[in-house]
């Protein structure tokens, strides 16, 4: 074990030794470019581009450009990229995650890499975790890169199709996570090539990275829409439930509260319908609604299982009694509820397009990351996104004092010690930022410090802007701050005047959080830039991390100190040691969930791709799709055929070919029995590709026009693969959530997902064949078709 760790520890000292070495090159242009005039700096933008163009790489280009942004940072923002700041954005350029701690600028140093990938023309994307973020550094960052001659560009929530489409184009865009995403969807959705926002997604810079790609990567991104046209059959399928007779028609079983016809109920069933067969295939969507009629009309209880209140059917809860507010049953029997009330029937909503994070950002041609905490996640980045994780000194030495942690018996002695810890601290005058996990505490300890009368300011992640203002003036003298560990992400804490004398900022942590990383935020917003600082975390055995995972071996620990009573109190390095080791349990625990929600979402990739990329292909082209179209029909023609000619010839069903043939391709003149007896499989697929061909050839003639021509193609295409893939989303939706279930039935969930979601998309495509056949063969040609 020394070993490897000594190997990687060596390797790290190698890596950094080589970029110090990249960043003394940067360096040695210093000198000569103090000496450039501001016009002779800014000529510098486009003598990189030409030559780019003349073939020369960004890597041939880094030591010049980074040297040209730190001269014009020096210039317009008054600030001088360090020597680690230059290590920090070589790193970035390369595609790695640059470790930076808090206050080491890691802004500044993101300028460089941004403006040697921007004059590549491609584009560069700068993520933060929200808008005010965005918009701070892209105008501060860009009065540099204006003054440079590159163009800058906001993508935010409000903005018009128009607005976006201009920041995207710019050479370097501002954005969010979650937006970026967003737009990408829409980008999937659109009828018009004019109507896209983004460019090709080329390179991404992430600030805060274990933020957007770790923490938030359980939430996939989901575009929802309505499900249309239902409302019809629940209201018939209800009309038709009211007519029945319990024992006559139907029978209940309250146990597993399903109610089945009986052989009449199905008759007048039928008869009702006017239908052959109720349980026909082609009649899935109506017994699913009849299912649920019958269930909302005799299992379902007005006033126990629900009320109805303001024209609304609201669930009640079986075990409290209460309304649980915004909840909806699911599978269409709220709607059967709604249906046998008589009010408003709300449509279900649908999943029409999903991404999650991971998936999203693995998309871009050159990732890249920094954040002030990523080290413990290393294996992840390396495994997820292939990003190395690369701690960048600091320029300054760290003095902070990490004391140990201390541990109370319970949750009142920990926060009696805390409150008497602030006000010894508040005393003389020194700032002090309180960390809490939970909102909830953070105004339990408030309330606590206005008992003491201990002016203090309450942070927990809900105004961005304001929280920037209260954290930068979290470090004044005297200052009391309260915040969720999250807080006020991005913003520096700067030391006021006097406070170095009285040891600079501390840190008071009230419980560790279940990832080290977050815990190391926090302790990281003291001692930045070599100032003095504190930090000190307090337990308790009462802590949501200790009664999950550590308190048994702590307990342990605890009685063989013989340590016992209300005031017993504990400051071990023993103890910081289990919590971490409690902490790694978690981590690995929710790196497994998220491991699994990408491992879901990679079965969706390739088929999103598949379509996105289909789809695409369609919007841009500009010519004909007569290359897509006739081989959608020869699939379908030879689905068909070989379905009804096996076996004996004798066996053949001929007759359902036929009918194929005149209702999803010609006219019944054009076609007859008599065409296809005597012909073998291959013979009657060519004879019918024939007609489909003159069918082609005879659409093209009515318009005269190619350019109608194409608009009609995509008319179909789009109409029939959009319809076909949102039910598709849904269904795969559904699927994952039912799969679980398989796991009870010694299956691997994951491995039948896979083979489902397979056999699922593949019906897709033959059903999308089927029905761009049907259309583009059968229907009528307008001359202002839309899409």
């Not at 440079?148 to 903005?159: K, S």
């Not at 100190?561 to 409690?582: F, L, P």
């Not at 761009?772 to 078709?785: P, S, Y």
């Amino acid at each position: 074990m020394r070993n490897v760790l000594k190997k990687w520890v060596e390797s790290d000292k190698h890596e950094l030794k080589r970029l110090s070495k990249m960043a003394d090159e940067v360096g040695s242009y210093s000198k000569e470019y103090q000496e450039l005039s501001d016009e002779e700096l800014q000529a510098k933008t486009p003598e990189f581009k030409q030559r780019y163009q003349d073939g020369e790489t960004l890597d041939d280009l880094l030591p010049e450009a980074f040297a040209v942004a730190r001269e014009g940072a020096k210039r317009v923002l008054g600030l001088y990229p360090f020597h680690v700041q230059i290590m920090g954005g070589i790193v970035l350029h390369e595609g790695n995650i640059a470790e930076m701690k808090t206050g080491e600028g890691k802004t500044l140093t993101a300028t460089m890499p941004v403006y040697l990938n921007a004059l590549a023309g491609e584009g560069v994307h700068v993520v933060t975790v929200n808008e005010y973020l965005s918009q701070r550094d892209a105008t501060e960052m860009g009065e540099l890169y204006n003054w440079l001659g590159l163009t800058v560009g906001v993508n935010l929530t409000q903005m018009s199709p128009d607005e976006k489409r201009e920041a995207y184009a710019a050479d370097i865009t501002y954005s969010t996570n979650s937006e970026i995403g967003f737009d990408y969807l829409r980008d999937n959705m659109v009828a018009y090539k004019e109507e896209m926002v983004q460019r090709p997604l080329n390179f991404a810079i992430v600030d805060e990275v274990d933020s957007i790609l770790i923490d938030e990567a359980r939430t996939p991104l989901i575009i929802s829409g309505q499900a249309t046209g239902t409302s019809q059959l629940y209201q018939s399928t209800d009309q038709f439930a009211k007519t029945l007779h319990e024992g006559e028609d139907f029978k209940v079983d309250l146990e597993t509260k399903t109610v089945s016809l009986t052989d009449k109920g199905i008759e007048k069933g039928e008869k009702y319908f006017n239908l052959d067969n109720l349980y026909d295939t082609d009649n899935t969507a109506l017994t699913h609604h009849l299912d649920q009629a019958l269930r909302a009309n005799f299992i379902m209880l007005r006033d126990k299982d629900y009320v109805v209140q303001d024209d609304e059917v609201l669930i009640v809860d079986s075990f409290t009694g209460r309304i649980m507010d915004g909840r909806r049953f699911s599978d269409g029997l709220h709607q059967a509820i709604e249906a046998k009330e008589g009010v408003t029937i709300q449509e279900e909503s649908k999943t029409m397009a999903n991404i999650t994070y991971q998936n999203m950002f693995r998309m871009y041609k050159k990732l890249a990351g920094m954040t002030g905490t990523a080290k413990t996640e290393a294996e992840e980045f390396r495994e997820i996104y292939n990003m190395e994780v690369i701690s960048v000194p600091t320029n300054k030495p760290v003095v902070r004092v990490d004391e140990p942690d201390i541990l109370y018996p319970n949750l009142q002695s920990k926060f009696e010690a805390v409150v008497n810890k602030i006000k010894e601290l508040h005393e003389k005058g020194q700032p002090m930022l309180i960390g809490t996990v939970a909102v909830e505490t953070s105004e339990y300890l408030s309330q606590r410090l206005d008992q003491e009368n201990i002016p203090h300011v309450v942070l927990n992640a809900k105004n961005h802007a304001k929280e920037a203002e209260i954290v930068t003036n979290a470090g004044q003298k005297g200052a009391v701050t309260i915040a969720t560990n999250m807080a006020g992400r991005g913003t520096d804490i700067k030391l006021g005047p006097g406070v170095v004398e009285l040891g600079g900022l501390a840190v008071i942590g009230t419980e560790r959080h279940e990832s080290r990383r977050i815990d190391n935020q926090l302790r990281g917003r003291a001692g930045r830039q070599g100032d003095p600082g504190l930090s000190q975390f307090y337990l308790s055995l009462e802590d949501d991390l200790m009664l999950r995972f550590g308190s048994e071996k702590i307990k342990n620990f605890l009685e063989s100190m013989n340590v016992e009573g209300e005031d017993a109190v504990i400051r071990s390095k023993m103890i910081t040691k289990q919590v971490e080791s409690a902490q790694k349990r978690v981590e690995g625990n929710n790196y497994d969930s998220r491991k699994n929600v990408l491992q879901y979402d990679d079965v969706m990739r390739q088929q999103r791709e598949v379509i996105y990329g289909e789809r695409q292909e369609v919007i841009e082209e500009d010519k004909s799709l007569k290359w897509v179209i006739m081989p959608m029909i020869e699939r379908t023609v030879n689905r068909i055929v070989d379905l009804h000619t096996q076996g004996d010839k004798a066996d053949w069903d001929l007759q359902t070919i036929l009918d194929f043939a005149i209702s999803a391709m010609v006219n019944p003149d054009q076609v007859s029995l008599d065409d296809l007896k005597g012909l073998s499989s291959d013979e009657i697929k060519e004879f019918l590709m024939g007609l489909a061909t003159k069918v082609y050839d005879q659409k093209k003639e009515e318009l005269y026009d190619e350019s109608q021509m194409l608009e009609f193609e995509k008319v179909v295409i789009l109409r029939v693969v959009d319809s076909h893939w949102t039910d598709h989303i849904d269904m795969m939706d559904q699927l994952r959530q039912s799969i679980g279930l398989r796991g009870y039935g010694q299956q691997n969930p994951l491995v039948e997902y896979q083979r489902e979601g397979y056999k699922m998309f593949e019906e897709m495509i033959a059903d999308i064949d089927y029905d761009a056949t049907r259309l583009f063969m059968k229907a009528e040609i307008r001359q202002n078709m839309q899409r």
